[in-house]
């Protein structure tokens, strides 16, 4: 399936609703996830109530206005989570490089996810998105899918300075990186020990050293810990693209935490 596939079969996961489900004419108190082609999506419990990517969508680009979804990734077994990127029009300078802004709308159909987004700018020069400070990029929109939380969603209104602030966070880290000197060798071993932490896959970390090592453009080629984060980024973005997995934004969170530790640990030095 190709990324336009994926993002037009999400988009269209709407409308969906719950129908009782029976097991020899007797109530099972669970229900199916269903939608207008009768589709079946999961079996859940009473109280759960879901919401479709396509709805999601809608919903969020009234908060959000001027965005246009860029990318998507999936997870689970039939479409039970996924997320759908949106990019907004106002782009950022970091190290005189343009960054833009992006965010991830995350839902699950099987309640193993909550609603939420994810602000991850994009460094456009390598086409890499990012996550500095995981747990204040994540604004969340509903925790629980159920009925009362539905309710809730519905009428909540989020303003984009949210996002807009959450980035500039983002950005702050990211320049801190800059000032940060690392050489080679011991990025190589940065990456190293971010592979033996299971971090980052082998492959990957193989793939991020060649990167460093070898950088194939002059944004980075300064020894940093900025070109470093980038050089991790590169094959974790690639990966994303190409599998359209969340298993792969996964990693690119993770690498994010650890950068941020990095600047954390520095300034308290």
């Known amino acids: 399936m190709t990324q336009e596939q994926l993002t037009n079969k999400l988009?269209?996961?709407?409308?969906?609703?719950?129908?009782?489900?029976?097991w020899n004419g007797?109530?099972?108190?669970?229900?199916?996830?269903?939608?207008?082609e009768g589709e079946?999506?999961?079996?859940?419990?009473?109280?759960?109530?879901?919401?479709?990517?396509?709805?999601?969508?809608?919903h969020v680009s009234e908060w959000l206005p001027n965005t246009k979804v860029?990318?998507?990734?999936?997870?689970?077994?039939?479409?039970s989570k996924a997320i759908l990127t949106l990019e907004l029009p106002d782009t950022f300078d970091v190290g005189g490089q343009e960054?833009?802004?992006?965010?991830?709308?995350?839902?699950?159909l099987d309640g193993s996810l909550p609603i939420g987004l994810i602000v991850s700018p994009l460094r456009v020069a390598c086409l890499n998105q990012f996550v500095l400070l995981r747990k204040s990029a994540f604004i969340e929109i509903r925790q629980k899918h159920t009925r009362t939380g539905y309710n809730a969603f519905t009428k909540e209104?989020?303003?984009?300075?949210?996002?807009?602030?959450?980035?500039?966070?983002?950005?702050?880290?990211?320049?801190?990186?800059?000032?940060?000197?690392c050489t080679t060798e011991k990025g190589i071993a940065f990456?190293?020990?971010?592979?033996?932490?299971?971090?980052?896959?082998?492959?990957?970390?193989?793939?991020?050293?060649?990167?460093?090592?070898?950088?194939?453009?002059?944004?980075?080629?300064?020894?940093?810990?900025?070109?470093?984060?980038n050089a991790i980024t590169e094959p974790l973005n690639l990966k994303l693209r190409d599998k359209q997995k969340l298993t792969n934004f996964g990693h690119i969170q993770a690498v994010g935490d650890v950068f941020s530790e990095v600047v954390a640990h520095d300034l308290i030095r």
């Open 99 to 108: 960054i833009k802004t992006y965010v991830n709308l995350i839902n699950s």
């Open 26 to 36: 007797k109530d099972t108190r669970k229900q199916v996830v269903t939608d207008s």
């Open 191 to 229: 990456i190293d020990k971010l592979v033996k932490g299971k971090v980052l896959p082998e492959k990957i970390g193989a793939e991020a050293k060649s990167f460093y090592e070898t950088p194939i453009r002059p944004e980075d080629e300064p020894r940093n810990h900025w070109s470093l984060f």
């Open 157 to 181: 209104i989020r303003v984009v300075d949210e996002v807009y602030s959450i980035l500039k966070g983002q950005l702050a880290v990211a320049e801190k990186l800059i000032n940060l000197p």
């Open 40 to 58: 079946l999506y999961g079996v859940m419990g009473r109280n759960y109530q879901p919401v479709g990517y396509g709805d999601l969508y809608a």
């Open 70 to 79: 860029v990318g998507s990734a999936k997870g689970g077994r039939n479409f």
């Open 11 to 22: 988009l269209g996961i709407k409308n969906l609703h719950c129908e009782k489900l029976y």
